[in-house]
């Protein structure tokens, strides 16, 4: 009986992200391309894992040097943006880890945004409304319309974003 991808691959992690390692329900489940297929990348076991909708998001088409370089820069604890959680380091931590002030969790959302926004290159929304429902499909645990507005008014304000009738230009 054949397995559809996203089930082979979710049995084979055990039923965790493959990035972060935590417990990933298969409604919030997405199959994500190694080497992505818009770069040539294959359909094949061996170029896909399964993870959080918000890591495939993130990660999208970006070259396989750069999505080495985005978990590379986490050091050993991947940072889900999906709030999941983070990986355990293998190695156990030289000194007391020091307490962090917690980030804005409007901020984290708003750099996700912008970090999409970057990897789709020419292809970002031109449109308002299509910009608002690329920004809700960023947040699989959704967001509310009210807090869409605020992350394209922060766009804006920052000047990443501006938006003329209706129309979106980027500054990324």
Do not use: W
């Not at 990348?41 to 070259?63: F, H, I, P, T, Y």
């Not at 080495?68 to 380091?89: D, E, M, T």
């Amino acid at each position: 009986m054949p397995t559809k991808p996203l089930d082979r691959l979710m049995f084979v992690q055990g039923g965790l992200c493959f990035f972060c390692k935590q417990p990933l329900p298969k409604a919030e489940a997405s199959v994500e391309h190694l080497l992505a297929s818009a770069n040539g990348g294959g359909n094949n076991d061996e170029n896909c894992v399964a993870c959080c909708k918000a890591v495939n998001a993130l990660l999208g088409s970006m070259s396989l040097k750069e999505k080495f370089h985005v978990i590379l820069n986490q050091k050993g604890q991947f940072k889900c943006p999906n709030g999941a959680g983070s990986a355990k380091k293998t190695t156990p931590p030289k000194s007391p880890p020091k307490a962090a002030a917690l980030p804005k969790p409007k901020d984290d959302k708003v750099t996700l945004v912008i970090a999409n926004l970057k990897q789709r290159g020419n292809a970002t929304p031109r449109t308002l409304k299509t910009l608002t429902s690329t920004i809700a499909s960023l947040f699989p645990k959704g967001v509310s319309v009210s807090e869409i507005t605020e992350m394209v008014e922060q766009l804006q304000s920052t000047g990443k974003v501006t938006v003329t009738e209706n129309k979106v230009t980027y500054a990324l």
